[in-house]
């Protein structure tokens, strides 16, 4: 079962601008993660905020984490062709597994 | 490259044949778990494992699907009788557990 949904499930920008995704999740959780996923392939971690944290920066990406809310967003600013892939959330729990959601596909034009 | 390695990349099978694919995580890793995605999903958890116990297993689809980890490094998930239904990537990952995971670049499984 999936327990994180993104919003939206595709989406489509020119290079420069910044792409926001949001998710929600349904339990408690020890910290939510997002990954970033190139077609066909392995997923590459992103960036991990604590469920005692509301906001993460790494380089281009910066995290939010509502936990009143149960939902999470993730921005990637001045966004690049190389950006292009799909982008998950996981929820942790216990730290025994991660719950991912259904994704959204992110597609940059140059 | 995350580090984690998994082998084949690719295989082909019929209908009913056995299949057993194979990860190597990074060796410092206590964790190490293994996926499963199908097409336009998120990876679906099937189980893992802390050292060499297996600790959650519930996960595992059905009873013809089965892993091992015999001296906490490597790890092994074999497929009996494979179904047309079971035509997906394996993603494995390894980690310390409450951190992130670093996934391999999993193996596609096809049944004819």
């Known amino acids: 079962s999936q327990q994180g949904e993104e919003d939206p499930q595709a989406l489509s920008i020119q290079e420069g601008e910044n792409a926001t995704m949001n998710c929600s999740y349904k339990t408690s959780i020890n910290n939510l993660q997002w990954y970033r996923q190139n077609s066909g392939r392995g997923l590459v971690h992103l960036i991990l905020i604590r469920s005692n944290e509301r906001e993460k920066h790494s380089g281009r990406l910066r995290v939010t984490l509502d936990t009143s809310k149960k939902s999470s967003s993730l921005l990637i600013t001045a966004s690049r062709a190389a950006d292009t892939a799909s982008y998950f959330c996981?929820?942790?729990?216990?730290?025994?597994?991660?719950?991912f959601g259904g994704g959204t596909r992110l597609m940059v034009k140059p | 490259d995350t580090g984690v390695s998994q082998n084949p990349r690719h295989k082909i099978t019929k209908r009913g044949q056995n299949v057993t694919f194979r990860c190597d995580p990074i060796?410092?890793?206590?964790?190490l778990y293994w996926y499963r995605q199908t097409l336009g999903q998120g990876p679906e958890f099937l189980t893992y494992?802390?050292?060499?116990?297996?600790?959650?297993k519930s996960r595992l689809l059905s009873d013809r699907f089965s892993a091992e980890r015999p001296k906490g490094s490597f790890s092994t998930l074999e497929i009996q009788r494979t179904e047309q239904g079971d035509s997906a990537m394996y993603l494995c990952?390894?980690?310390?557990?409450?951190?992130?995971?670093?996934f391999g670049p999993g193996t596609r499984l096809t049944v004819l």
């Open positions: 996981a929820t942790d729990n216990a730290g025994n597994m991660l719950t």
């Open positions: 060796s410092e890793h206590n964790r």
């Open positions: 990952a390894s980690g310390l557990g409450g951190n992130e995971q670093f």
């Open positions: 494992f802390q050292n060499e116990a297996q600790l959650e």
